[in-house]
């Protein structure tokens, strides 16, 4: 009985917290790729003329946790197979969030441009209880400014 | 020492190539890190320890990489990458490859 009142309480609190800190990280994360909007990111190899900039590696990792609420849902869901969209919108965050940082990094070099962007999954939190529990994302390019 | 993951190091010529470097770090989370993403597992969010973790190892393994690339006298390393894998449970590596090369 007070495993299912715990477990019920566990529950309402990943619900009420998550929905929040979900809500209020896509708020900052729309609010920020308005104000990096002027940094842009390619996934391309080619940088057309070459000659004239100068490049630098840049990165940005992040590791979110999903909550309580959400990974009854998923296994919940796991159970009867299909979209599992408690984990989409997890990893949409973090790959958006990474991406920022690495144009945060690009814009603390001065550059203007980043080239060649990959997105690198990890998994350190990977086999802790057996769930996914937290998914770890490196974004990773070339930033290139104008040669002065 | 210039780093980029394109072929090219942008604006300069690559005039040797030097084979490929690697560096790699393996790291696992300790105890206290442990409860409070364990707590942070119930309320969700960014577990800050670990982003910190992450990225430290990064620089380390960018770090080894390039040791040892200054070690066979290049000037830069093109087309870099960053892999991942898990060893064990609680543990996991980080490796970073790329080829050294030497620059104008």
Redesign the interface.
């Known amino acids: 009985m007070y495993d299912l009142i715990l477990f019920l309480f566990l529950l309402l609190l990943g619900y009420v917290f998550g929905q929040r800190a979900e809500k209020r990280h896509f708020r900052s994360i729309i609010e920020r790729e308005a104000q990096l909007g002027d940094i842009l990111v390619f996934s391309e190899r080619k940088i057309p003329d070459e000659a004239a900039c100068e490049g630098i590696l840049v990165a940005g990792s992040v590791v979110v946790s999903v909550d309580y609420f959400k990974r009854f849902v998923a296994d919940l869901r796991n159970f009867f197979g299909g979209r599992v969209s408690a984990y989409e919108s997890l990893l949409e965050r973090a790959r958006r969030e990474a991406v920022l940082r690495m144009k945060e990094a690009a814009r603390r070099k001065g550059a203007d441009s980043v080239w060649n962007l990959r997105l690198e999954t990890a998994s350190i939190y990977k086999g802790a209880a057996g769930s996914v529990g937290a998914v770890e994302v490196i974004a990773y390019g070339t930033a290139v400014r104008q040669r002065r | 020492m ?10 300069k010529t690559i005039v040797k190539h030097l084979g490929l470097v690697n560096g790699n770090t393996v ?3 300790h105890a206290g890190r442990d409860i409070m ?1 364990g707590l ?8 800050k320890g ?2 910190e ?3 430290e190892s ?1 620089e380390e393994a ?1 770090q080894r990489m390039l040791d040892q690339a200054r070690a066979i006298g290049a000037n830069a390393v093109v087309n ?5 894998s ?1 060893v ?5 590596e ?1 490796f970073a490859y790329g080829t050294a090369v030497v620059v104008e």
């Open positions: 210039i780093v980029t993951n394109i072929e090219t190091v942008p604006g790291r696992s989370k993403a942070k597992n119930i309320f969700g969010g960014e577990l670990y982003t973790l992450l990225t990064r960018l870099v990458r960053f892999s991942t898990s064990a449970a609680g543990a996991a980080l």
